[in-house]
């Protein structure tokens, strides 16, 4: 049994370019070559306009030429010879075929015996014999220019001349032509590779800067020469490289905090679970039932500290990842929304509400994830039984602002500039429940719509913190 043959697909084998191989050229190669063909393009047609005007010139000069000399025959005296009288012109056409043709019984030219014999035929024989007023042809045998008067009683006078001085001009002309239309394309040439090296140097440092960056992932910037488009381009690649150290350092940054952060509560974990397990040894002291309770819920917090730290580290990459589709969002649901999760863990802490209906194009999740974590705020530091304030309603200038006012103790002066910095705490922060991130993950959602967050002084002398956002009344 025969194994089948493979099937190999030519157009896969080489993935730098398509199956007619146009992706192999450079594109300094493409560009000398556009520019070379375009000269020799523009080359071409002046060449052959040149070539046909002068052609048509030099064919239009014999003619006239001829034209005038034959008028001026015709109309020339006769001349005596030793055996006839002959047209005087014959004395005086030594650069021409000249000839008078006549016609009666039988068809007769004479010509200077010194001369050669014109060319005639049926045209010339019309002519003679009246029935044309003139004729003008180039006999193919002689590859000569022909032309017929009538001198009247069955006469003409015929004239030829040679095509071939007016061909070698021609011949010349064509090969001057082509030898400046030849050094035209060398020189387009040239020139094309000239201004293909000097104007794809920049993409020459891009790319040596893209291949540093993939190889190195080093991000400095390359730098920025003249003021045109390839000018424009290096802007912009370096505005991305500075994103993306900028996106490197956030990270760095991130991970460095997170880790910090993290260190508390697993150091914590481990001391109560070391605790534990020594305590269950054999021959250990035993642990009361009130240690016991205590290190239980010691690591239930940790736990819960360390689910929501990880939440919202979650959160926060989730909200870094690019978002294509968006939808509309109105306001007054994703508050109240989030509202309704805030009540089930307040307590007796009351809501006053007063929401104006606004409109946007958004992430309703990350909205209703930015209003939650304002409420929960506001909800930590207020006491029992006291009113958190939350208002929308628009400004004027095509926003609208969410503000949420707590009764706490409110923000330190040297705390309003950092309360929205990832993982800093207060000092009356520290010791309630949180990871320091909620307010972050505010900011960066309010700034991924175009908006901001603010923090500050209510009158009742809690903290404000105001959510704007752009948008249209609904």
């Given at each position: 049994?025969?194994?089948?043959?493979?099937?190999?697909?030519v157009?896969?084998?080489?993935?730098?370019?398509?199956?007619?191989?146009t992706?192999?050229?450079?594109?300094?190669g493409?560009?000398?070559?556009?520019?070379?063909?375009?000269?020799?393009?523009?080359?071409?047609?002046?060449?052959?306009?040149?070539?046909?005007?002068?052609?048509?010139?030099?064919?239009?000069?014999?003619?006239?030429?001829?034209?005038?000399?034959a008028?001026?025959?015709v109309?020339?005296?006769?001349?005596?010879?030793?055996?006839?009288?002959?047209?005087?012109?014959?004395?005086?056409?030594?650069?021409?075929?000249?000839?008078?043709?006549?016609?009666?019984?039988?068809?007769?030219?004479?010509?200077?015996?010194?001369?050669?014999?014109?060319?005639y035929?049926?045209?010339?024989?019309?002519?003679?014999?009246?029935?044309?007023?003139?004729?003008?042809?180039?006999?193919?045998?002689?590859?000569?220019?022909?032309?017929?008067?009538?001198?009247?009683?069955?006469?003409?006078?015929?004239?030829?001349?040679?095509?071939g001085?007016?061909?070698?001009?021609?011949?010349?002309?064509?090969?001057?032509?082509?030898?400046?239309?030849?050094?035209?394309?060398?020189?387009?040439?040239?020139?094309?590779?000239?201004?293909?090296?000097?104007?794809?140097?920049?993409?020459?440092?891009?790319?040596?800067?893209?291949?540093?960056?993939?190889t190195?992932?080093?991000?400095?910037?390359?730098?920025?020469?003249?003021?045109?488009?390839?000018?424009?381009?290096?802007?912009?690649?370096?505005?991305?490289?500075?994103?993306?150290?900028?996106s490197?350092?956030?990270?760095?940054?991130?991970?460095?905090?997170?880790?910090?952060?993290?260190?508390?509560?697993?150091?914590?974990?481990?001391?109560?679970?070391?605790?534990?397990?020594?305590a269950?040894?054999?021959?250990?002291?035993?642990?009361?039932?009130?240690?016991?309770?205590?290190?239980?819920?010691?690591?239930?917090?940790?736990?819960?500290?360390?689910?929501?730290?990880?939440?919202?580290?979650?959160?926060?990459?989730?909200?870094?990842?690019?978002?294509?589709?968006?939808?509309?969002?109105?306001?007054?649901?994703?508050?109240?929304?989030?509202?309704?999760r805030?009540?089930?863990?307040?307590?007796?802490?009351?809501?006053?509400?007063?929401?104006?209906p606004?409109?946007?194009?958004?992430?309703?999740?990350?909205l209703?994830?930015?209003?939650l974590?304002?409420?929960?705020?506001?909800?930590?530091?207020?006491?029992?039984?006291?009113?958190?304030?939350?208002?929308?309603?628009?400004?004027?200038?095509?926003?609208?602002?969410?503000?949420v006012?707590?009764?706490?103790?409110?923000?330190?002066?040297?705390?309003?500039?950092?309360?929205?910095?990832?993982?800093?705490?207060?000092?009356?922060?520290?010791?309630?429940?949180?990871?320091?991130?909620g307010?972050?993950?505010?900011?960066?959602?309010?700034?991924?719509?175009?908006?901001?967050?603010?923090?500050?002084?209510?009158?009742?002398?809690?903290?404000?913190?105001?959510?704007?956002?752009?948008?249209?009344?609904?």
């Open positions: 049994m025969t194994e089948p043959v493979p099937v190999v697909d157009s896969e084998k080489d993935p730098r370019g398509d199956r007619w191989g992706r192999r050229f450079s594109l300094r493409r560009v000398t070559l556009l520019a070379a063909a375009s000269v020799a393009g523009a080359v071409a047609l002046v060449s052959l306009g040149a070539y046909l005007v002068v052609r048509d010139n030099l064919y239009q000069q014999v003619d006239d030429n001829l034209l005038a000399r008028q001026a025959a109309e020339s005296p006769q001349v005596q010879t030793e055996l006839q009288q002959v047209p005087g012109a014959f004395l005086a056409s030594a650069d021409l075929q000249i000839g008078q043709l006549t016609v009666g019984e039988k068809v007769r030219l004479t010509y200077p015996q010194s001369g050669s014999r014109p060319p035929g049926e045209d010339e024989i019309a002519v003679a014999s009246g029935d044309k007023a003139f004729s003008l042809r180039t006999d193919p045998r002689t590859d000569s220019r022909v032309v017929a008067l009538p001198q009247g009683d069955g006469q003409a006078m015929v004239l030829a001349q040679s095509l001085p007016t061909k070698r001009t021609l011949n010349e002309l064509s090969v001057v032509l082509f030898l400046i239309g030849g050094a035209g394309i060398l020189v387009a040439a040239a020139a094309g590779t000239a201004v293909a090296r000097a104007g794809l140097r920049p993409v020459d440092r891009l790319t040596s800067a893209a291949e540093r960056v993939a190195t992932g080093d991000l400095r910037p390359i730098p920025v020469s003249g003021d045109d488009e390839l000018a424009r381009l290096t802007q912009s690649f370096n505005t991305m490289l500075g994103t993306v150290a900028e490197q350092e956030r990270q760095r940054q991130l991970v460095a905090d997170a880790g910090h952060e993290l260190r508390t509560p697993l150091t914590s974990l481990r001391t109560n679970l070391e605790l534990l397990l020594s269950s040894r054999p021959g250990a002291r035993t642990l009361s039932d009130e240690d016991r309770s205590d290190i239980e819920a010691d690591i239930r917090g940790q736990l819960d500290e360390l689910t929501q730290l990880i939440g919202d580290l979650v959160e926060l990459a989730r909200q870094d990842e690019p978002r294509i589709e968006h939808e509309r969002v109105e306001m007054v649901d994703v508050v109240e929304r989030a509202l309704d805030a009540r089930r863990r307040a307590g007796e802490i009351e809501f006053d509400v007063s929401l104006q606004w409109v946007l194009t958004g992430d309703t999740s990350a209703e994830r930015a209003v974590n304002l409420l929960d705020n506001a909800v930590k530091f207020s006491p029992e039984g006291s009113t958190v304030g939350v208002r929308l309603y628009p400004v004027g200038d095509g926003t609208a602002v969410l503000e006012e707590d009764s706490g103790p409110g923000i330190a002066d040297e705390d309003l500039p950092k309360v929205f910095d990832r993982f800093y705490r207060s000092s009356e922060a520290r010791t309630l429940p949180g990871s320091g991130l307010l972050a993950i505010v900011q960066h959602a309010a700034q991924r719509h175009g908006g901001d967050v603010y923090a500050g002084r209510a009158s009742t002398g809690g903290a404000l913190m105001t959510l704007r956002l752009p948008g249209a009344p609904a």
